[in-house]
């Protein structure tokens, strides 16, 4: 609070004693309309997360169809060894398109520690070049 005094402004705190006693608080009751909003959300995340998951696990297996009929298309003798090598590289990139941020932020890291090692051997082959 600012109280004018001979143009100048005066900031005064108040002192023990004079603050107002703390009223009585009410008991929390909950309205009904919050209670089941928040329950239709929380069923809503939980009803997203598997159906998320479904649609990753039906992705990953049509991508293992895919695989191997692209392994019988390119007419190999024995086409499981192809089979596998594209189920391995479908499924790494269903990984990597799931997980992308996570490769990114390691990525950075791995970039940041080779480039922290490298000014560190420069300056033991600068310091032991003297």
Do not use: H
């Not at 089941?36 to 049509?62: D, H, P």
């Not at 990525?107 to 070049?129: D, E, S, T």
Request: charged share 15%; proline share 5%; hydrophobic share 55%.
């Amino acid at each position: 609070m600012g109280q004018q005094q001979r143009g100048a402004y005066e900031r005064r705190e108040p002192t023990m004693g004079t603050m107002q006693p703390v009223t009585v608080a009410r008991p929390y009751t909950p309205d009904c309309a919050a209670i089941q909003q928040a329950e239709m959300v929380r069923r809503l995340e939980n009803t997203s997360t598997y159906i998320k998951l479904a649609l990753w696990v039906i992705a990953w297996f049509a991508m293992l169809c895919l695989s191997e009929l692209a392994a019988e298309g390119l007419q190999p003798r024995n086409p499981t060894g192809l089979t596998y090598f594209f189920a391995a590289v479908g499924t790494a990139a269903i990984l990597l398109i799931t997980f992308w941020r996570t490769v990114w932020r390691l990525m950075w890291w791995l970039i940041g520690i080779v480039i922290i090692l490298a000014i560190i051997k420069g300056a033991f082959l600068v310091v032991f070049l003297l």
